[in-house]
């Protein structure tokens, strides 16, 4: 669930360690995951959105906007080598305190075009650069309000000058109204599915 324009402070009010690592990015979209689980499982979401199997298994029209995208990009050349993360944009590992640096970075994207940055026990950064924009994607493990945690995942971005400003205006209603939310339905339906498959484990209820 996408939250308000008025709810970012959902995002901004957390004291996330994203909030020094990034201050020169804007938050673009704050989205609730329907993922409840105990307080220490942000990891087991994180492996989870990283082994996931997106756009593969979304709906015909989400594979065929995310295929358009690429298509053209690889056309125009937004998304060379040259254009990402360590070419055009440092990355932001280079910017990270000490303890920051000394923690986990995360676990490898595989042909996803996101490097983790970090992962602490509430949250987890990862980023990519093309020619359009510097963009991070941060999910944080929050409180619901009924003892339980659940994710959240916010997008900031920073665009390259004009050009990426008209692109992320371009692209908005494509992302909130198709790409995303096929997305977090995904996540959100490969949570329960391990959830009850943990609990014929281990005998528990399921998440």
Known sequence: MRLPNTAHTAHTSRPWRIHEV???FQVE???ALRTPGGQDELPRLVSQIVSGDFPADAPLVVRFVWEARWKIG???GWDDKDTSVGSRVASLRERLPRDLRDAPAGPDFGEFPFTS????EDEFAAEMANRTVHTVMHIGWVPDGSGRYRGQMAVLVKPNGRFGAAYLAAIKPFRLLVVYPALLRLIERDWRARGVEMAKRTGTKDA
Do not use: M, P, S
């Open 22 to 24: 990034a201050a020169d």
């Open 29 to 31: 979209d704050v989205w």
């Open 74 to 76: 690889a056309l125009l």
């Open 117 to 120: 940055v970090y992962q602490l």
